[in-house]
């Protein structure tokens, strides 16, 4: 069921971005190529999950077993079933699945980073492209809000306080794309909470120069670490990679 509502979630925007934005064919193409891996993963781990409960007895139908598993005679069946508990840390506690997962194709834009893995029970929280980018708190006019509260179905982009060309260059593809493409900055816009701006920057793998691109997913399109030759052709070539439209030379 998880898997299904992300598939929605996949599967949508970019619909939206083929009939409103203008965007190609392949951007169509890249929901098998990132939920077909995540699908698989879940349905696997689904059935291992459910080889580890029958570890714990949860599923036996065997009378005999259950008559004796408080006496003398059930001790070995009470060790198994105690071992078989411990397995069960990954069914109840799944943040590295549910958070971790990354996808890759050409619906997003390699920064060259090695990939931070999650395990199935520990989410390793990364903002590397193909990334679900991570939640952090920040105060926003006043209000303490996650950073995920400001998605509102379009592209993010997320800057450091040190380059306002970031913006600029969003204001003009805003215009001419048709896209829609909200910036915030980090330590101006979005302030920390409990930590410091360069805290924050590092969260997200960036210099105070930087930039982030969230797609409409919440997942990281592009990362821009540092400052480019050219914030403007930077950031319109990515929004090109990941919606299939043509690219400026």
């Not at 190609?24 to 098998?32: M, N, S």
């Not at 708190?137 to 996650?146: A, C, H, N, T």
């Not at 998605?151 to 805003?174: H, K, V």
């Not at 829609?180 to 960036?206: F, I």
């Amino acid at each position: 069921m998880n898997s299904g509502v992300q598939d929605a979630q996949n599967i949508t925007w970019k619909l939206v971005a083929k009939l409103r934005w203008n965007a190609g064919d392949r951007l169509l193409e890249t929901y098998e190529a990132e939920r077909l891996p995540v699908a698989e993963f879940n349905g696997e781990q689904c059935m291992h999950n459910t080889r580890e409960m029958e570890k714990t007895g949860f599923l036996t139908q065997d009378k005999g077993f259950l008559s004796i598993i408080e006496t003398d005679e059930g001790e070995e069946a009470r060790n198994a079933i105690a071992e078989g508990i411990k397995a069960q840390r990954d069914l109840v506690a799944s943040h590295g699945q549910q958070f971790g997962f990354q996808y890759d194709s050409s619906a997003v834009v390699p920064d060259g980073t090695e990939m931070i893995e999650s395990s199935v029970a520990e989410y390793r929280s990364t903002a590397r492209p193909g990334a679900r980018a991570p939640h952090s708190w920040v105060k926003s006019r006043g209000d303490v809000i996650s950073t995920i509260d400001v998605y509102d179905g379009g592209f993010t982009l997320f800057t450091g306080p040190d380059n306002p060309a970031w913006a600029s260059s969003a204001d003009r593809l805003r215009e001419e794309l048709g896209i829609p493409l909200r910036v915030w900055g980090l330590g101006t816009d979005l302030v920390p909470v409990d930590e410091t701006v360069a805290d924050l920057l590092d969260r997200y793998g960036l210099e105070a120069a930087g930039a982030l691109l969230i797609r409409p997913d919440g997942f990281v399109g592009f990362r821009s670490a540092s400052r480019p030759d050219d914030e403007y052709s930077a950031l319109k070539n990515a929004l090109s990679e990941i919606l299939d439209l043509a690219r400026i030379e």
